[in-house]
């Protein structure tokens, strides 16, 4: 039977990640992963290019049930840490705004950098390998008895005294995603924030949607919240409208937040109070309301608008300086707060991460060991999801980091003590 130290379940960032810290602190490191190729969640980020962190995290950004549990892995490993690995490797990159990094030329850049950490690490990987059954035992490591862990593979039997999971979401299928973590957890007996597609496109009713289906394409920048005071939330983001419904990055960092059944509040010119700015071209103008309204907002948004204040009720067409002063300030009043309640999302087919998953209740925050020992959860598998802007890439190599640092603190001591004896 196989003997490691440790074996990490899925070969994507954080389980990449986690690899080649852990090998490079000592540990003989193997990496299971069921797909023919690795990391393909980054490879597609960031149009091709991956936004691999961003240099203005905090706790702050990510949403949890248990939300002080992401900062003392954030601490630990932060953006810096990692440039300072990018640039080590010789990765060109550029900051695009907000503090988001990308890739100067691909993703693919990423994934290498990872696979020659851990090939300095002496990872050991099979791929593609799926796993039968993981089962936990008792095992002797240098001369001691230890909790471990056998693992039914395609390629045999290992055993391990570290069983690390970072598998993923459930966030686009296509590219291999699985609840296998989430089967894990439940297999020994660890609770689950029930889980739901985030940073994804939201839907409309097909009939309601229509007369913005035509508008499918076009974006602009737009405040959006959802919530109620006291947890309201809002974004000044761009929104995309497509045939179904909303997206952009806008629509993206809301729907982590959005409740089902809740409207969500759209400011179309956000940095424009168009109450008063109709109210004062009324005043000096003979032009359309709808040609004013050019001025501020696309002309397919306005002859869209146009067209729906027809359906009820409302002369858009008339001249400014012949509208009464309640019609302009409900004008301006509907743009700067249009309200609307989606139907849904377009699921995990197009979400960028899963919300939900391992309950942190059940971890620690400084290694990310479950309270069954020996068995770690990290990355989004965990119940700690970031906003858009490579928070959650910062996430799987923060937690990436303090398991690694963890295991070895655990085994280097035992190994040492026993090659002393």
């Not at 020996?374 to 965990?382: R, T």
């Amino acid at each position: 039977m196989n003997t490691f130290d440790a074996v990490i379940v899925g070969a994507g960032a954080a389980g990449l990640f986690c690899a080649g810290v852990a090998g490079q602190l000592g540990l003989r490191v193997l990496v299971i992963d069921h797909a023919d190729k690795v990391a393909e969640k980054i490879r597609i980020s960031g149009g091709g290019r991956c936004n691999f962190t961003n240099t203005q995290t905090s706790p702050a950004n990510f949403l949890s049930d248990n939300p002080r549990f992401c900062r003392s892995a954030l601490a630990r490993y932060t953006p810096r840490d990692f440039v300072d690995l990018v640039s080590r490797h010789r990765i060109a990159f550029h900051e695009k705004h907000k503090g988001q990094l990308f890739c100067d030329h691909s993703a693919d850049d990423i994934i290498r950098m990872l696979l020659a950490e851990c090939d300095a690490g002496g990872v050991v990987r099979w791929q593609p390998c799926s796993i039968k059954a993981i089962r936990k035992s008792a095992s002797s490591a240098y001369g001691e008895s230890v909790d471990s862990y056998e693992i039914d593979s395609d390629r045999g039997t290992v055993t391990c005294q570290n069983l690390v999971i970072a598998t993923g979401g459930l966030s686009i299928p296509k590219i291999g995603a699985t609840d296998f973590g989430l089967r894990v957890a439940r297999q020994f007996d660890l609770s689950i924030v029930p889980t739901r597609a985030a940073l994804v496109p939201l839907t409309f009713d097909e009939l309601a949607w229509q007369p913005f289906a035509q508008l499918s394409g076009l974006s602009l920048p737009v405040a959006i919240a959802t919530g109620t005071k006291k947890d309201r939330m809002e974004f000044l983001e761009d929104l995309l409208f497509t045939h179904r419904g909303l997206s952009g990055p806008g629509v993206l960092q809301i729907s982590s937040y959005w409740q089902p059944g809740a409207p969500i509040r759209i400011n179309l010119s956000p940095t424009r109070d168009l109450i008063a700015a109709l109210l004062q071209a009324k005043g000096k103008s003979r032009k359309r309301i709808a040609n004013e309204l050019s001025a501020e907002l696309p002309s397919r948004l306005v002859d869209t608008w146009v067209g729906q204040g027809a359906a009820l009720g409302h002369d858009w067409l008339r001249p400014i300086n012949e509208a009464s002063d309640k019609a302009l300030t409900a004008l301006g009043q509907r743009i700067n707060q249009w309200e609307l309640t989606p139907t849904g999302t377009e699921g995990y087919r197009k979400a960028e991460v899963m919300a939900g998953g391992v309950d942190t209740r059940c971890l620690s925050g400084q290694t990310m060991e479950s309270r069954q020992s020996g068995l770690y959860f990290i990355g989004e598998v965990v119940d700690v999801t970031g906003w858009l802007g490579g928070y959650n890439f910062q996430w799987a190599w923060a937690s990436a980091f303090a398991c690694a640092q963890a295991m070895a603190g655990k085994v280097l001591p035992q190994r040492t003590a026993t090659h002393a004896a």
